[in-house]
């Protein structure tokens, strides 16, 4: 990538809408063929940051170029943008050959290329036999597919998409992620998604990033983010359960991690810069805490931390989620998800006593939470 | 079983709900309709009366001119009234669509309005805006503009002004239905796409508003087919429509099969109208 012009470059971006301040100096950048994906609670901004780059809303501050242009000023009708809108938001009145050709049409492109780029268009979506149908006519998933052939068929220097899975069904929705993600590949265009939705952002997205109250918390590949949150935030927002607050103290040239208000302490070994300040909280995934169950009052297996006793069971299927409430203070609790591969006679059971396992690389420190 | 006893109870309540009002329409809208058609085709005077039907009436309609030359003008004033309403309506529609609550309340108060206030209250003030000595050609005439009264009044001009005040808002509120459907997005869509802010009213929000747009326009122009008040009072006699026609067949010349007859026309055109207006919406909707 390195000196090449980014599809879209956001620099300084502030938006208030009165009294409220909706995004709050904003810095980012699509490169040529990714799909960066614009991921927080609603209310956080991103929904905002899309319509500024589409230019309904203008920024109260702040530069965007796209594809090297700077565009503030610029009316949506001159930006060279596509976007699919959450309620895909098709001309009823219009076929769907038509509603592929509006924006060929608006460009005054010759009516036989129009033709031929439609029916590419449509049969990259796998519509190509519904060209004559009308919108009312067509399921929810088609729609989606046409709304994506008439953003893509101008060739636009970004695509945008606001939410496009939100209104599917489980099922549909991952096969057309899936769908959408050879698309995007094969046809190498920029994306920029927004979605409050953790497993489609993993699935499509080559960097996330987590919004929350108009600020970006971090921006970076996913696996980053699911594993090394930068804030408390993003670590709640993916899913990680387990955030304990604490204070480091050293041991023997081993630093220890002890909970507050809580006899155990973690092994802090290998996890990266540790912040000495009170109050810095550390994380570690469910998915890594596995649990042995301690029925005979043995002694610990080697990989034992702590120990407590089983509080709550949740079946999900695919794995078992248990709580724990561990030994020295009922207040303090872990998570712990363990796959439904262990064989059942080896799987603790509701109040009994365990031994909680993890290795000390699972732990990830996180900053003093700054008060936003 | 069950299910069928049950179907079978709420198939019959539905009707019941409908009774009174289905007893209201036979006694004062059927029945009357159909005397009316009696009386169109029953000879005024003579021995045969009551015996055989006759088509003197629609004859004398149909070829005699003055009444033809009526019925056109009848046509043209509500073509007209239409036109200016949705000349008027479209851009208040519009406006409503994009106002907050509150104005779009206000808004519609004030398009209400001449249907709350009585017809002689609402054309005599009319009077005194358009007349001679009206607020208009007076003030034209202080600043100069003009140097003889303009004839605001007692001719076509002053008439459509008089019935599109009233009308308006039968155009304005089925039309602004209509917008409040078109999903905001679909605009957006269409300036991503490529299209100016004209192209866009054109191709999407003006291509989408046709069933109330359809609809509100044939309220009015029905309506003002059968307006009598106001080109009384506004037009005198210098405009002439199919109801004051009818009224004074029956108050001044006691002829009530002549005026019947005329009233049975003047049904049937309003139902074309109706029927053709009918059809161009389901045509502009698929």
């Given at each position: ?162 939410e496009?899975?939100?209104?599917l ?13 050879r ?44 594993e ?145 | 079983?069950?299910?069928?006893t ?40 003579g ?36 036109l ?19 104005t ?68 304005v ?5 209509s ?16 299209a100016?802010p ?8 003006l ?21 009598y ?29 002549r ?19 009918g ?8």
């Open positions: 990538m390195g000196t090449e012009t980014p599809a879209v470059n956001a620099a300084g971006i502030n938006k208030h809408f009165g009294a409220f301040h909706a995004v709050r100096d904003l810095d980012f950048q699509v490169r040529k063929g990714e799909i960066v994906s614009l991921l927080g609670p609603s209310g956080c901004g991103k929904t905002t940051m899309l319509r500024m780059l589409a230019g309904f809303v203008t920024p109260t501050s702040g530069t965007i170029a796209i594809a090297g242009k700077v565009v503030n000023g610029v009316p949506p009708h001159r930006r060279h943008v596509g976007m699919m809108f959450q309620s895909y938001a098709l001309f009823p009145h219009m076929s769907v050959g038509e509603n592929v050709a509006f924006g060929l049409r608006m460009r005054s492109v010759p009516k036989a290329e129009i033709k031929l780029r439609v029916e590419e268009a449509l049969r990259a979506v796998r519509l190509a036999d519904r060209i004559d149908s009308y919108p009312r006519q067509l399921s929810g998933g088609q729609q989606q597919r046409v709304a994506l052939a008439r953003a893509l068929v101008i060739k636009p220097d970004v695509l945008l998409l606001d496009p899975f939100g209104a069904d489980r099922e549909l929705r991952q096969h057309l992620q899936a769908e959408m993600k698309l995007q590949r094969q046809l190498g265009i920029s994306t920029l998604l927004v979605t409050h939705d953790q497993e489609e952002v993993l699935l499509l997205s080559d960097r996330i990033a987590v919004m929350h109250k108009g600020r970006m918390d971090q921006i970076a590949a996913p696996e980053e983010i699911f090394r949150p930068a804030t408390r935030f993003v670590a709640e927002f993916m899913g990680g359960t387990n955030i304990f607050e604490g204070r480091v103290e050293q041991q023997g040239g081993t630093g220890l991690f002890r909970i507050a208000g809580s006899g155990d302490a973690i092994g802090l070994l290998a996890c990266g810069p540790f912040s000495q300040a009170a109050g810095a909280p550390v994380m570690i995934r469910p998915e890594r805490v596995t649990l042995v169950a301690n029925r005979d009052r043995g002694t610990p297996p080697a990989a034992a931390i702590m120990s407590g006793r089983v509080t709550e069971m949740n079946y999900l299927g695919s794995s078992t989620e248990y709580r724990v409430a561990l030994d020295g203070d009922d207040e303090v609790e872990i998570v712990s998800r363990i796959p439904g591969l262990q064989a059942s006679g080896e799987r603790p059971r509701l109040d009994e006593p365990v031994f909680v396992c993890f290795d000390s690389a699972a732990v990830h420190s996180l900053p003093v939470s700054s008060q936003l | 079983m069950a299910g069928a049950l179907a079978e109870e709420r198939s019959r309540r539905p009707w019941l709900l409908l009774a009174p009002s289905a007893l209201l329409y036979a006694a004062f809208l059927l029945v009357p309709l159909a005397l009316l058609v009696v009386a169109s085709v029953t000879p005024a005077e021995p045969g009366r009551l015996q055989a039907a006759t088509g003197e009436y629609y004859a004398a309609f149909a070829t005699d001119g003055i009444t033809l030359t009526i019925l056109l003008h009848t046509l043209r004033l509500a073509s007209l009234v239409t200016s309403c949705l000349v008027l309506g479209y851009p208040l529609a519009l406006f409503m669509r994009r106002a907050g609550p509150k779009r309340l206000a808004i519609m108060l004030v398009v209400v309005s001449p249907l709350l206030s009585s017809v002689i209250v609402r054309n005599v003030a009319w009077l005194l805006v358009l007349g001679r000595e009206g607020i208009i050609n007076t003030g034209l005439q202080a600043l100069g503009l003009i140097d003889a009264p303009l004839p605001l009044l007692y001719n076509t001009f002053g008439v459509v002004v008089g019935v599109t005040h009233v009308y308006l808002s039968f155009l509120l089925p039309l602004f239905a917008l409040t459907t078109i999903n905001p997005a679909a605009e957006e869509s269409a300036a991503i796409l490529g100016s004209l192209r866009t009213f054109l191709y999407v929000t291509s989408l508003s046709p069933p109330g747009a359809v609809a509100g326009a044939t309220l009015v122009f029905v309506l003002t087919m059968g307006v008040l106001t080109p009384v009072i506004m037009g005198e006699s210098f405009v002439t429509t199919l109801p004051m026609v009818i009224t004074d067949l029956v108050r001044n010349q006691f002829e009530w099969s005026a019947s007859a005329f009233a049975i026309v003047l049904l049937l055109v309003v139902g074309g109208v109706m029927a053709a207006s059809w161009a919406e389901r045509r502009l909707t698929t």
